[in-house]
């Protein structure tokens, strides 16, 4: 299966394609992607939920960039399997600059589809496939603008990695002159990272980048401010009521009144503030 297309992105060509290769950003604008895990240079472990129709379910696969001329042209490779079946697809991107600030960006897919899902049609999976590209690149573009992404991203799980150093021997200091390497403090090396003779180990932890959960529905919030606003409101009724029929010289009808009119205000300001969010 063969699928083309365009999108116009809002950036220089540069900025483009230096986002394309940010896992950081593929993790959260590739659809379905839930965790990305390094696997070597411009490779990367995914899990993705995706189908089409019916057939939906987890695909664990990899992900890897290739054929890089960076910064006008690049080869995705992307398999994976699951319970939907198999999909394994090359893609390739290339850019080029628009002339106003905007870069054009041209992708070519050549996939091969099998399982359940292949069983689709090919006119489907297309159609599928094109949508997923378009919802990949406005994600994208909402990225290089700044605009809110369709899910929320504060920054991903990441576990750095120790790199070795080499030891060499310090050299002799001046007379009178502080020791070398005094400037920066060193940070104690955690247990079980350093071999004999104190040289650093690498780590074996690869970088992992995962998906933030998606904000509740705005629907969802308006209800849930709503029902928080009614039970404050009908707290300080009670207690309105209380406090006037308690009181020596208390009204307690007035107390009721008092409580029924902060619970109308409490239901007011919890449908307000559930409406700003």
């Not at 079980?192 to 969802?220: F, H, W």
């Amino acid at each position: 299966m063969k699928v083309s297309g365009t999108a116009v992105l809002h950036g220089p060509v540069e900025t483009v394609y230096a986002v394309l290769n940010d896992p950081a950003v593929l993790v959260r604008t590739i659809p379905g992607c839930e965790r990305l895990e390094q696997a070597g240079a411009d490779a990367y472990r995914a899990t993705v939920t995706a189908g089409v129709a019916s057939i939906k379910g987890s695909f664990s696969g990899a992900i890897r960039l290739s054929d890089q001329r960076p910064p006008h042209s690049l080869v995705l490779c992307a398999s994976g399997a699951g319970a939907p079946g198999t999909v394994s697809a090359d893609v390739t991107v290339t850019l080029a600059e628009n002339g106003d600030g905007t870069t054009l960006l041209s992708y070519d897919a050549d996939a091969v589809v099998g399982g359940m899902i292949g069983g689709v049609g090919q006119r489907v999976l297309a159609s599928v496939a094109k949508k997923t590209a378009g919802e990949f690149f406005s994600a994208v573009d909402a990225v290089l603008t700044g605009e809110p992404a369709p899910v929320a991203a504060p920054p991903p799980v990441q576990v750095p990695v120790r790199v070795p150093v080499q030891a060499q021997a310090p050299a002799p200091a001046p007379v009178g002159a502080p020791p070398a390497g005094t400037q920066p403090t060193a940070t104690p090396e955690p247990a079980g990272t350093q071999a004999a003779g104190g040289q650093p180990q690498p780590s074996t932890q690869p970088l992992v980048y995962t998906r933030p959960p998606a904000p509740a529905p705005a629907g969802q919030r308006s209800a849930r401010d709503l029902v928080l606003g009614l039970v404050s409101g009908a707290g300080v009724t009670l207690l309105g009521a209380l406090v006037g029929g308690l009181r020596p010289d208390g009204d307690f009808a007035l107390g009721v009144t008092a409580g029924a009119g902060v619970a109308l205000l409490g239901a007011v300001v919890g449908g307000l503030v559930a409406g700003r969010r």
